[in-house]
């Protein structure tokens, strides 16, 4: 850990101090033997509360105990048994939590799948992760149909996009997706069932609670692959309840317990909303608001304007896309209490046009899949935006080390290692992989950052993103955030380009509000801000950056071009 000495202790404990003196600095991971604990009890304390919410459709937290009790007695009957692998693929849907809760309920490990993966994506994981059983909308279910004979798979579970609705409005959902906008490609699964067969199927059958310990495996959370093929991190039932204690602890003293109303735009099978929404809003006894497809964007806001919201979560393009989306100024954000952004970095303009139009500071935090994910979060309390990711949670440890492993001066920037219990046991079949990450208990992040003598963390840049021009290191971050300060640029993303002369030179694409924002003018104003080597030698505009599922932009595929 940084060895300097803080106005209240040694950065990595200066929590309780600095912050707030309700937040331990210790919390007890094994408070609860496993996220199944955790879910009966919010299930007996908040039995008649709504807990979750998608398309116009409601159910309950005792409806959702039915559910997933039903769908854990038909897999206990299917021939699987505790241990064994079930692939969710899915975007927001209540199908989700039912079939989550389900699985996990009956001792089995959850696996997370993107339901725009290709098939060879798609192929690698349920391989990577001998999976035995998916439960799939059947929008995908093409997909599936060309991999599945070169898998473990051996029972499919199709459900519809509308399959939760009630019943006149689950027919017509169903039919104008699958015959007017043809949403669904043909496939072949012979074998195939019913997701909603399944839960009548468990309804008759009994179900018997098996013994789960924090050490049993809850999820198989695969890494998106930037540096090669995609990694199953593998994530235990302490793993997640130490992640939810650590955040809980800080969030219990803005939140009211089975009163809040929680946004869930990204998706589900990301670890982000999967721990901070999903989970965290379960054991708070609140309910979530599912958006389906968030990338429409008015139909978005429409959604938002129905319901009185309390708790927002994002990524810096979302909250960026409502703040251009016409409507979202006009919301009532009265009750707002919480907007967390994470899962890139979030923007000062972005963050100030924000606090600006909901009167809200949107929060950063930092977490990262094989840390489940949560590792620093700013103060709910917060007055302004700061630029910062925070301070760690409880019983979460941090230090900056330089090219050596050696810890570096405060204010100087290293690579960030983390310990704490909520670090993953580590890759699924990569002994090799997992101790490259994991040298004694530290988890190398591969991400550059400084600490400032409060306690504040702020993240440089990616280590793999970083341009080097003519010796010196250039983050993009930085480049980013001072072309976003330009009134006619809705987002932008730096690249470095070989270059002979000074190695590198730095490239930026932009995306513009107006037509006539030229190569000269972004540059000219990236001039005013910057010194002269990180100041970009070449704009190219385009009309839309690339993005990953839940938007981080991808500057590797702007590289790869």
Not at 39 to 50: A, G, L, M
Not at 382 to 394: D, F, H, N, T
Not at 436 to 465: H, N, S
């Amino acid at each position: 850990m940084l060895k300097e000495q803080l106005p209240g202790g040694t950065v990595e404990k200066i929590w309780l101090k600095h912050y707030d003196p309700k937040v331990p600095v210790e919390i007890d991971p094994d408070r609860y033997s496993s996220i199944v604990d955790i879910f009966e009890q919010s299930i007996e304390k908040y039995s008649d509360n709504v807990s979750y919410i998608n398309m116009g459709k409601s159910i309950t937290f005792a409806q959702l105990d039915r559910l997933s009790r039903d769908f854990a007695a038909y897999l206990q009957h299917s021939g699987l048994k505790k241990g064994d692998s079930v692939a969710i693929m899915m975007p927001n849907l209540i199908q989700y939590p039912v079939a989550l809760f389900g699985v996990l309920r009956a001792g089995m490990t959850v696996v997370n799948v993107n339901p725009l993966y290709t098939a060879r994506e798609l192929q690698h994981q349920l391989s990577d992760s001998n999976t035995k059983a998916i439960v799939i909308v059947e929008n995908f279910a093409s997909t599936l149909s060309e991999v599945i004979k070169n898998t473990a798979v051996e029972k499919v579970l199709l459900t519809s996009i509308g399959d939760m609705l009630s019943p006149l409005k689950r027919v017509a959902t169903n039919f104008v997706i699958k015959h007017v906008k043809k949403m669904v490609p043909s496939f072949d699964l012979p074998g195939a069932e019913k997701f909603n067969e399944a839960l009548k199927q468990g309804h008759k059958q009994t179900y018997q609670r098996p013994n789960i310990n924090g050490d049993d495996l809850a999820f198989l959370q695969y890494t998106g692959g930037t540096t090669g093929v995609s990694k199953g991190a593998m994530l235990t039932h302490r793993n997640i309840v130490a992640n939810l204690e650590q955040t809980s602890n800080i969030l219990e003293n803005v939140i009211d317990l089975g009163q809040e109303f929680a946004v869930t735009a990204l998706p589900l099978y990301h670890i982000f909303a999967l721990q901070s929404n999903c989970l965290t809003f379960v054991k708070f006894g609140c309910p979530n608001l599912l958006i389906t497809n968030p990338k429409d964007m008015p139909g978005f806001v429409a959604e938002l304007a129905k319901y009185p919201f309390t708790v927002i979560t994002g990524v810096n393009t979302l909250f960026n896309g409502l703040l251009n989306t016409p409507g979202f100024a006009d919301l009532d954000f009265s009750r707002l209490k919480v907007s967390l952004g994470g899962g890139a970095a979030v923007q000062k303009s972005v963050a100030e046009r924000w606090h600006q139009t909901t009167g809200k500071v949107l929060l950063e935090g930092y977490g990262l899949t094989e840390c489940s994910p949560v590792v620093t979060v700013n103060p709910p309390h917060l007055e302004a935006y700061k630029g910062s990711i925070g301070m760690p949670v409880p019983s979460t440890d941090i230090k900056l080390v330089d090219e050596e492993g050696k810890e570096v001066a405060m204010g100087e920037a290293g690579e960030m290692l983390v310990k704490g219990p909520q670090v993953m046991k580590g890759y699924l079949n990569r002994p090799e992989a997992t101790e490259e990450m994991i040298v004694d208990g530290w988890l190398a992040t591969g991400d550059i950052a400084t600490c400032d003598p409060q306690g504040y963390f702020y993240i440089v840049d990616r280590k793999k993103d970083m341009i080097l021009v003519s010796g010196f290191n250039v983050f993009p971050n930085e480049i980013e955030e001072v072309a976003a300060l330009h009134s006619d640029v809705i987002e932008a993303a730096a690249i470095g380009e070989s270059h002979d002369v000074s190695g590198e030179i730095v490239k930026l694409v932009a995306v513009r509000r107006n037509d006539e924002l030229s190569e000269k003018d972004l540059i000219d104003h990236c001039r005013q801000h910057l010194t002269g080597y990180k100041v970009p030698k070449k704009v190219e505009f385009i009309d839309e950056l690339p993005k990953s599922n839940v938007g981080k932009i991808l500057r590797r595929e702007l590289r790869d071009k």
